[in-house]
Structure formats: C-alpha cells, structure tokens
Nanobody, 123 residues
Framework: EVQLVESGGGLVQPGGSLRLSCAASGFTFSNYAMSWVRQAPGKGLEWVSVINSGGTSYADSVKGRFTISRDNAKNTLYLQMNSLKPEDTAVYYC??????????????????WGQGTQVTASS
C-alpha cells in the first residue's frame, strides 16, 4: 500500500523559513517522480514543484525561494521554503507523480497524495 506522510508545517512569520518532509512507503521511491501541490484557503489546487531523474521544476510563484529535494536512501521528499509570504499560506500535499509515455507524448498525473500539512505565514 502506497503511503505518503507529510510533516514540518506550522506557523511562521513572513520572511521566515520552514522545511517540509514527506515519508514515502509501499513503493520503490527512487523510481518515481515526486511533487508538491498546495491549496490556499478558498482556492483551488496549485502545483508547486516536481523532482525526477531529469531534475527539478518550480511554479513561478515560488521560484528562487523554494527548493525541492529527495533522499532516496531514506525514502523521503523535502521542500525547503525560504522568504515565506502570506500568500504561501496553504495546505501542502506531497504526491507521487506518475508519468506515462504514449504515442510520442508524455502524460503525467498525481497518482497518490498525502494527508497534507498546514503552512501559515502570518505576523
């Protein structure tokens, strides 16, 4: 059974930092791309970042402030968040991002989700 368990959220002042962790189990962690997705109060889901064998990618809203990384030996995904802004306030979800190649095209989707961890940037 695939399980993703986030931790590390909390309340931080604007300009502060937090590091989120996601402990993965039930699959061969190193074989899969992993992603972070967030949902702000009253808003829809927003993709934040992804990491795979080819590297990393970020949403424009977090580029230069957030860093995604992984430790395959520990089956753990991380998100280092610096210079946090009030608009970063959201529930942050860890996802396993599955990619399928079909007819020369690549299709990806967030196949599994964690329960989420709350991040609040407020004074």
């Amino acid at each position: 059974e695939v399980q993703l368990v986030e931790s590390g959220g909390g309340l931080v002042q604007p300009g502060g930092s937090l590091r989120l962790s996601c402990a993965a189990s039930g699959f061969t962690f190193s074989n899969y791309a992993m992603s972070w997705v967030r949902q702000a109060p009253g808003k829809g889901l927003e993709w934040v970042s992804v990491i795979n064998s080819g590297g990393t990618s970020y949403a424009d809203s977090v580029k230069g402030r957030f860093t995604i990384s992984r430790d395959n030996a520990k089956n753990t995904l991380y998100l280092q968040m610096n210079s946090l802004k009030p608009e970063d306030t959201a529930v942050y979800y860890c996802t396993r991002y599955d990619v399928v190649y079909y007819s020369g095209s690549i299709y990806g989707h967030h196949a599994y989700w964690g329960q989420g961890t709350q991040v609040t940037a407020s004074s």
